[in-house]
């Protein structure tokens, strides 16, 4: 199990990278995307993937520490990010040897820029002073293809109160480079905020 230390720095670089704009990500609340707990999978991933699945499990706030710990078999790693209080993100990624290991980075960058295109397309899934609370997303990629050659596009949305899933592809024209699930908890703006600053 490795410790990892998490700098103000360092997160908000990534959150620019990806273009994650989510005020709960900034000054004042300071919660770490669940993304960069994904990029810290990215950095030990010597495999080319086929899938990512990463639940969000609880919220923490950055600078912290955290311990990561991966649990590697033939063809799939499950992995575990956490602090004192427990775990905060777990997940699986899944490999495909037979693939390009240099994709790597497109497959994991362009599963990192979901949230951010989420947040903007969220005025079509929420009601006026909703948001909602990333749960999990998971992306399957197809084999020798750079999904950010295509462009993003979300599905409709299903589900209940409780948990909206929302479909979305890489698509270039007619080829579909990857698809995946994103699935949210819709809640008022409000009583997020008040969750956050507890």
Request: proline residues 4%; hydrophobic residues 30%.
């Amino acid at each position: 199990m490795e410790s990892i230390k998490i700098n103000s720095k360092e997160v908000l670089n990534f959150l620019k990278e990806i273009k994650d704009n989510n005020y709960i990500h900034r000054e004042g609340y300071q919660i770490l995307p669940g993304m960069f707990g994904l990029s810290l999978i990215e950095e030990q991933t010597k495999r080319p993937i086929l899938s990512l699945d990463i639940e969000f499990n609880k919220s923490v706030k950055y600078p912290c520490e955290l311990k990561v710990e991966l649990e590697e078999s033939e063809d799939k790693s499950d992995f575990r990010i956490s602090n004192e209080e427990g775990i905060i993100y777990s997940g699986l990624v899944t490999f495909d040897d037979e693939d390009d290991l240099e994709l790597n980075p497109f497959k994991f960058f362009s599963t990192y820029r979901v949230g951010g295109e989420l947040l903007r397309h969220s005025e079509s899934y929420f009601k006026d002073g909703e948001t909602g609370i990333y749960l999990s997303q998971g992306m399957e990629f197809h084999k020798g293809e750079n999904p950010l050659n295509g462009n993003l596009d979300f599905g409709d949305i299903s589900g209940d109160r409780k948990k909206k899933i929302i479909p979305l592809e890489y698509r270039l024209g007619e080829k579909i480079l990857a698809k995946g699930t994103s699935r949210v908890r819709p809640i008022t703006k409000k009583l997020l905020e008040r969750r956050l600053l507890k």
